[in-house]
């Protein structure tokens, strides 16, 4: 069974650019949130798609954007890069939301950082 | 909007002794999960605890749900080297969790 597949594992990028990210979640989950995780903090919550749309959004300007495809799979978007997007990106997938008793099953995250 | 504390921030401890990480919520919570995320890793989800007062045991990790449901914490007996890493609890708003500041365990063998 597989579980959450995130790619590129490692981004670098420069101030002003454009960057996506892909997730594929784990067999059987519908539900996908993005999480930036900065060095030595928690994880934040940036949205959550279910059923192709937009559930909940956290605290991250209109320069964050995401997808999901009819398969689940997601793409997280980040426009005009700044220093501080710098940070591991996390995809993390549920059947359902909010996760059930068995959380949210974590991708291995994507490392952007900006230069 | 929602915030989740974690104290403290960092714990060293000798091999076989005890740990215990405090996560308070400024709301009440639903309910609360905890993780944990190995150093390079990511968040790895241990268990969930739904009711006032609750406590549950995974071997040595206890971990228990305040009466209020805004507080929860995670005690480790007995330490051991395999431990080490961050300790996240995530508490409930709305239909996704927020994940509080997290404590960093580091066992010295």
């Known amino acids: 069974d597989a579980g959450v597949t995130q790619s590129p594992t490692h981004l670098i990028k420069t101030r002003g650019q454009q960057v996506t990210l892909r997730c594929s979640p784990k067999s059987g989950h519908d539900t996908v949130s993005w999480y930036q995780q900065a060095l030595g903090q928690g994880p934040q919550f940036i949205f959550q798609y279910y059923e192709e749309e937009e559930r909940q959004r956290g605290n991250f300007p209109d320069r964050f954007s995401g997808h999901q495809f009819p398969n689940y799979s997601s793409e997280l978007n980040v426009n005009a890069l700044l220093l501080g997007d710098s940070a591991l990106y996390l995809c993390?997938?549920?059947?359902?939301?909010?996760?059930?008793?068995?959380?949210?099953?974590f991708g291995s995250g994507t490392r952007l950082t900006v230069v | 909007g929602q915030q989740v504390m974690q104290i403290p921030q960092y714990q060293h401890v000798q091999e076989g002794e005890d740990f215990t990480t405090y996560c308070n919520s400024s709301t009440t919570l639903s309910n609360i999960q905890w993780y944990k995320q190995r150093p390079g890793g990511h968040p790895v989800f241990l268990i969930q605890l739904v009711k006032s007062g609750e406590v549950k045991k995974q071997k040595r990790l206890t971990f228990q749900f305040g009466e209020a449901k805004k507080n929860s914490s995670l005690h480790i007996t007995a330490t051991q080297t395999t431990d080490v890493g961050t300790y996240f609890c995530a508490g409930r708003g709305g239909n996704q969790f927020y994940f509080g500041t997290g404590t960093s365990l580091t066992v010295i063998p």
């Open positions: 993390a997938s549920s059947l359902g939301a909010p996760p059930g008793p068995h959380g949210y099953t």
